[in-house]
């Protein structure tokens, strides 16, 4: 079992940054893919950006690619997004989530520890 806990998320005018972390406890975090997803209201869960275990490869959605980056440190069982210029279409709950599968798979069906999620607001 893996626990996820997300938090940095909050109301931020477009072009602002944001930085959130998730915060990892149970099992061997480092084993783990991590990925964070994000979900608009009335929208379908979609992933964002994904890193694989030892943190050497990343994978970006279309959308945020230059915009955000992922990271992780294993030994403080810590997955870090920083969201930089941030527009209105960014605005959802953003979750953390973590796969056994070698890399981020980009449906959320492949994860098997989810966080409750963090609101990110950014108003226009």
């Known amino acids: 079992q893996v626990r996820l806990v997300e938090s940095g998320g909050g109301l931020v005018q477009a072009g602002d940054s944001l930085r959130l972390s998730c915060a990892a406890s149970?099992?061997?975090?480092?084993?783990?893919?991590m990925a964070w997803f994000r979900q608009a209201a009335g929208k379908e869960r979609e992933f964002v950006v994904g890193?694989?275990?030892?943190?050497?490869?990343?994978y970006y959605a279309d959308s945020v690619k230059g915009r955000f980056t992922i990271s992780r440190d294993n030994a403080k069982n810590t997955v870090l997004l920083q969201m930089n210029s941030l527009k209105p279409e960014d605005t959802a709950v953003y979750y953390c989530?973590?796969?056994?599968?070698?890399?981020?798979?980009?449906?959320?069906?492949?994860?098997?520890?989810w966080g409750q999620g963090t609101q990110v607001t950014v108003s226009s």
């Open positions: 989530a973590a796969s056994s599968v070698s890399y981020p798979p980009r449906n959320w069906v492949g994860y098997d520890y």
């Open positions: 149970g099992r061997s975090f480092s084993g783990y893919t």
């Open positions: 890193i694989n275990w030892r943190g050497e490869r990343t």
